[in-house]
């Protein structure tokens, strides 16, 4: 399960993802700043920025790769979620 942490400027989530689900899951964060209106963050295999969130992707050889996101914190709520489908 992901693990969440905040600050004064990010929300960060942290989650282990096996090697053998990035070609047969596709896998995202969703932000949303009002629960009905959600923008998807698609994570892919490397690091990488989708608009103001910041994906990193720690290779850790055989085992699980780390999956950092940042989100930054808006004036207004700030709310995200995993999502996870089959590919």
Known sequence: LPTAA??????????????????????????????????????GATSSTSGAVVITVTENGSAADTVTVQVPLSLTRTFARLRVEED
């Not at 929300?11 to 209106?37: K, W």
């Open 6 to 43: 905040a600050s004064a400027t990010h929300l960060t989530l942290v989650f282990a993802r096996a090697d053998y689900s990035e070609d047969h899951l596709a896998l995202s964060v969703q932000t949303s700043t009002d629960l009905s209106t959600w923008t998807t963050h698609t994570l």
